[in-house]
């Protein structure tokens, strides 16, 4: 019973590190913080490697107070920015983050970010997982940078 138990647990400790390690992000950037600004996005590709679906219910970053994911919508010739909940993505699918769509939002940073610097950004997956990577900081998209 207790040797069940055990491969028990490691199965499923095995297909959640499994899931972590599936989401791919490739080319994470942020943008430099205007002056006086405290406020910021930022930006990448994620891709499900994996042949399981991974949910996304977060972002987080040490150098923010708050960051979520946001989308932004055209309404009545208006640009508007909302909260996305939650992003799935489906075996072998991809999500663009990018200027004009769906970004990250970090708000309240602890200081303004600089060109040059690299924060890291953590996606909160659905199994309490979390997935991290390096973003450069810059003013403008950065070429070809993947994990």
Known sequence: MLRTLFFL????????T?????LNIAHGWARETPPGRLMTAA?????????KTIVI???SSDVAAHSSL???LIERDRSTMRTV????????E???LAPGGMHIMLMKLDSPLKEG???????????????CDDFSVTKHKMSAHSH
Request: charged share 15%; proline share 2%.
């Open 85 to 92: 909940k939650s992003l799935s993505l489906a075996p072998g």
């Open 43 to 51: 930006y990448g590709t994620l891709t499900n490697t994996g042949d």
């Open 18 to 22: 499994v899931l972590a390690a599936d």
């Open 94 to 96: 991809e999500a663009e």
């Open 117 to 131: 610097q690299s924060i890291d950004i953590c996606f909160k997956l659905e199994n309490n997982n979390d997935v």
């Open 70 to 72: 946001h989308a932004t």
């Open 57 to 59: 219910n977060g972002v």
């Open 9 to 16: 647990t490691l199965t499923l400790l095995g297909n959640a």
